[in-house]
């Protein structure tokens, strides 16, 4: 039997296998898993706590980063890089099972499953480029003593079957939306999930809409403050009423829109001179106005 094929139809043949092997090896390397270890120290930026003790750290993309209990030690982000996009790992996530605890700045491409134990201290900077999933199918408690947690897209709080989550603010900034797509922030919208949300110092700040289920809750004390992008306030006080949204017992939440903006805060005294902000004290003599940034 004899077959007869054309030059072109080879070259065509050898590009498509060509082809096929540069998707094929470009999946593989985008998809390089790396688990924490913690066999040396607690340093985020040491190759040798890590499974694959060859990643470096200026050249990240390309890496999934998957933070577990370590042993012995838990894993610490102290430094970091803001300006230089190769620093961002493909992906960052934290299992049941892991302590992380974040001094530093990190921007992951991707962070679908933060679950265990997140602690972001006064110095953190931890910004997802993408939608941010906090307790997804297991459980997180993540408490943000003063640094900054920032999501492009929107925030999930207990999400997937199982999920539930514990997110404490102290102070700093839960920010949900930077000039990115789906702009939620979502608190078990599902029957059978749970969350609260603990607003003791800080702001929490939505670019679009909140989305909060019946097994959801939000408290607000202190000066710690909650706001969503637009006019809100049938929604925030809705809350109120049916116990989703409360506040420090004997006190009361006041909802106000600025035109652009709806918060939800505990009022402070009308007829002090000074007021204080989570980010900043102002002082208010006469027609004289002096805010000072913390």
Request: proline share 2%.
């Amino acid at each position: 039997m004899y077959f007869s094929i054309s030059i072109k139809e080879i070259l065509s043949r050898f590009i498509l296998i060509l082809f096929t092997l540069f998707i094929f090896t470009s999946k593989n390397k985008a998809q390089n898993l790396v688990t924490w270890v913690g066999g040396v120290n607690t340093d985020y930026f040491n190759a040798k706590n890590w499974s694959d003790t060859t990643i470096v750290f200026s050249s990240m993309n390309n890496n999934h980063l998957t933070i577990g209990a370590g042993s012995p030690s838990a894993c610490l982000l102290v430094g970091g890089n803001l300006s230089n996009v190769a620093y961002r790992p493909g992906k960052l996530n934290v299992t049941t099972a892991g302590v992380f605890t974040c001094n530093g700045i990190v921007y992951p491409n991707n962070s679908d499953s933060l679950n265990g134990t997140i602690t972001l201290n006064a110095t953190a900077d931890f910004n997802n480029r993408n939608i941010s999933y906090i307790g997804n199918r297991a459980n997180c408690n993540l408490t943000i003593n003063g640094g900054k947690l920032t999501s492009k897209n929107g925030t999930l709080i207990a999400t997937g079957t199982g999920g539930s989550a514990t997110v404490t603010l102290n102070g700093g900034s839960l920010t949900v939306g930077s000039g990115g797509a789906n702009m939620d922030l979502t608190i078990a919208n599902t029957v059978g999930l749970t969350a609260q949300l603990n607003i003791n110092g800080g702001a929490v700040s939505i670019a679009r809409n909140l989305v909060i289920g019946t097994g959801g809750r939000i408290n607000i004390t202190g000066i710690g403050y909650l706001k969503v992008a637009g006019d809100k306030r049938v929604q925030l006080n809705g809350l109120i009423t049916d116990g989703r949204l409360t506040c420090t017992a004997g006190k009361s939440l006041a909802v106000t829109y600025d035109g652009t903006t709806t918060t939800a805060t505990i009022p402070q005294n009308g007829n002090s001179m000074i007021t204080e902000y989570p980010d900043s004290v102002v002082l208010k003599t006469g027609n004289l106005v002096c805010t000072i940034q913390k």
